[in-house]
């Protein structure tokens, strides 16, 4: 079954008509005398569609395979962190071997216009400032974006992070890094942690305007590297919101 963009939400639309549609077989027979015969043939109806209706909704919302979840090799604590040497948004190389003998955080963000990906690089900017700048550590921000959107939107030269674009997913890829339209759209209209971060933005007055093109299936991820370059901590989000708590990055960092 090949589902195109926004397939999930039109089939949910559908399925909520027809649910609506047939519900209204019921309706009738307060209005309309009917035999007792007829009543039951029509309720019989309209509970068989709707449960027809339930069985191919929830057929096609829990085996969307092409586009909405794909296969990843995550990574756990103790293995040596996957090198790779690429270029910052402002042309810099960067080498995860170069830090050996300094931690390093290492987060995963979705897009530049996220929302919930601004909010959590402020918030990491706040905390490296207060925290973790005097300690030497290195904090690297990867975005599934281009970099002319993450200049405009995200990166600026004086912010104390290294920002990559990975326009094309290659360290994604690398570290495993989950992407489900199914879950991501589930979660963002749903979980009650995000829907608590999208208070906080509208309470910080943090606005970026939605882009074309992006990856909306993304899910966050982060991982804490030591000083011999293993990772001492890798978390896998469970939605689109979830970072790694501030609480075990500091602990990492003390």
């Given at each position: 079954m090949v589902f195109h963009k926004h397939t999930f939400l039109n089939y949910s639309f559908f399925h909520v008509q027809y649910l609506y549609l047939t519900s209204m077989v019921l309706t009738p027979v307060d209005k309309v005398k009917q035999s007792s015969v007829k009543t039951t043939f029509i309720i019989t109806a309209g509970l068989q569609i709707r449960i027809l209706l339930l069985a191919l909704f929830f057929s096609?919302?829990?085996?969307?395979?092409?586009?909405?979840?794909?296969?990843?090799?995550?990574?756990?604590?103790?293995?040596?962190?996957?090198?790779?040497?690429?270029?910052?948004?402002?042309?810099?190389?960067?080498?995860?071997?170069?830090?050996?003998?300094?931690?390093?955080?290492?987060?995963?963000?979705?897009?530049?216009?996220?929302?919930?990906?601004?909010?959590?690089?402020?918030?990491?900017?706040?905390?490296?400032?207060?925290?973790?700048?005097?300690?030497?550590?290195?904090?690297?921000?990867?975005?599934?974006?281009?970099?002319?959107?993450?200049?405009?939107?995200?990166?600026?030269?004086?912010?104390?992070?290294?920002?990559?674009?990975?326009?094309?997913?290659?360290?994604?890829?690398?570290y495993g890094v989950e992407s489900n339209k199914r879950k991501a759209i589930r979660n963002f209209l749903f979980n009650k942690e995000v829907k608590k971060q999208r208070k906080e933005i509208k309470s910080r007055n943090i606005t970026v305007k939605p882009t074309k093109n992006v990856n909306q299936g993304r899910i966050p991820a982060d991982f804490l590297i030591d000083t011999q370059e293993k990772i001492a901590v890798a978390h896998y989000g469970k939605h689109v919101g979830d970072h790694i708590s501030f609480e075990k990055i500091n602990t990492f960092v003390e």
């Open positions: 096609a919302f829990f085996n969307i395979k092409n586009g909405f979840s794909q296969k990843r090799a995550v990574l756990n604590a103790n293995q040596v962190a996957p090198d790779f040497v690429v270029e910052d948004v402002f042309g810099t190389s960067v080498n995860l071997k170069a830090y050996h003998g300094k931690k390093v955080i290492l987060s995963f963000y979705r897009f530049a216009t996220c929302p919930l990906c601004n909010l959590r690089v402020l918030k990491l900017i706040e905390q490296h400032n207060a925290k973790y700048k005097d300690k030497g550590i290195v904090v690297i921000a990867v975005f599934e974006d281009t970099r002319e959107n993450i200049l405009q939107y995200v990166a600026k030269e004086s912010m104390p992070l290294v920002i990559i674009a990975d326009n094309n997913k290659t360290l994604f890829k690398l």
